[in-house]
Nanobody, 122 residues
Framework: QVQLVESGGGLVQAGDSLRLSCAAI????????VVWFRQAPGKEREFVAAVSASGAVTKYADSVKGRFTISRDNAKNTVNLQMNSLKPEDTAVYYC???????????????WGQGTQVTVSS
């Protein structure tokens, strides 16, 4: 069992930056792919970014490519999502998840955090 805890969300203005962190509690998740999803009110959960277990492979949604960067520090058991040039449409609850395979589909991930709210005002 892997317990994930997100942090770093908040209220910012358009154009600002935030860094989200996903920490694994009680067990290392260095052997898992880790992904960030987000869900806005009334919308389905959507893929944001993912990183492979080694950190060598990353994937991004087209909507965040060039603005967001996912990275992991397996020594610290954390995965970060650096979000720059934030837009109001980035407003959502952001979730991290871990699983055996790198995928853009939520169903492929067995372990989930509780989510952290990101609100971007215009």
């Amino acid at each position: 069992q892997v317990q994930l805890v997100e942090s770093g969300g908040g209220l910012v203005q358009a154009g600002d930056s935030l860094r989200l962190s996903c920490a694994a509690i009680g067990r290392t998740f260095s052997s898992y792919a880790v992904v960030w999803f987000r869900q806005a009110p009334g919308k389905e959960r959507e893929f944001v970014a993912a990183v492979s277990a080694s950190g060598a492979v990353t994937k991004y949604a087209d909507s965040v490519k060039g603005r967001f960067t996912i990275s992991r520090d397996n020594a610290k058991n954390t995965v970060n999502l650096q979000m720059n040039s934030l837009k109001p449409e980035d407003t959502a609850v952001y979730y991290c998840a871990a699983g055996n395979l790198l995928s853009m589909r939520p169903g492929q991930y067995a372990y989930w955090g509780q989510g952290t709210q990101v609100t971007v005002s215009s």
